[in-house]
């Protein structure tokens, strides 16, 4: 509550919370894919040429790679940001259970990349679950205990 001089109290406005749906963040997912694929091509291509090996031996250098890369992208960017650079760009933030948006700590991070893999295993289906929940959850988001919402 505020006071305005001669008003006396003003009640503040109520934040209203907007839970990001699944087409954004299907947007993101597919920006952030971008991303470590051209970051995992680039490394697996320098490796590759620096150690003269073969177009086929390249590709399998750049896809190990992009799975070390999507682990360095997605937990500092959760666990210190709150989101990832595709996430961030389409104004939405990750955030705990306790609604802080600065970042859900390493831990949570963790966790929640666990639940990736779960929301992945039956035809990424825990993806699509965002379509159907309530608050636009995805299963590593219930697992983690994470929503994501628009700022």
Known sequence: MSERPGYGEIPEPEAQVVFSG????????????????LIALIIGMSIGIAMDLENMAILEVSYT???????????????????TPGKLMLGMRIVGSDGSIGGIGWSRALLRLVGYFVS??????????????????????????????NL
């Open 65 to 83: 790679a992009s799975g070390i890369v999507t682990l360095f992208y997605l937990l500092p960017c959760w666990a210190m940001l709150g989101g």
């Open 22 to 37: 699944f087409v954004p963040r299907l947007i993101a997912y597919i920006i952030d894919g971008i991303f470590i694929t």
């Open 120 to 149: 992945s295993l039956p035809c990424y289906l825990g993806f699509f679950w965002i379509a159907i929940d309530k608050d636009n959850q995805a299963w590593h988001d219930k697992i983690s205990r994470t929503y994501v919402v």
